[in-house]
């Protein structure tokens, strides 16, 4: 979480590739300062090989709310995801 925005994120893997879907808003001391970043990380074996920025607008929040909304559970064992 950061201090004035919010982030979430879905992660899974498949054999020895981990996926990280993402997006985050962080606030800086002016709007000019907003970061808005999404995308996907993909690791295999525990190394990061591809970051993939998402482009253009947002198409739909992605957070704790919506996952529980759609009965996503969350990972008592996950720790929180470093925004790249």
């Not at 004035?4 to 879905?10: E, R, Y």
């Not at 198409?59 to 929180?80: A, H, L, V």
């Amino acid at each position: 979480m950061y201090s004035g925005g919010g982030s979430g994120f879905l992660k899974f893997s498949n054999g020895e590739y981990t996926y990280i879907l993402f997006e985050a808003l962080i606030k800086g001391d002016t709007f000019s300062e907003r970061l808005d970043r999404a995308g996907v990380v993909v690791s295999k074996s525990g190394k990061r090989i591809a970051y993939l920025p998402c482009e253009g607008r947002r198409q739909s929040e992605m957070g704790p709310y919506e996952f529980e909304q759609i009965k996503i559970p969350r990972d008592p064992n996950e720790i929180d995801f470093e925004v790249p």
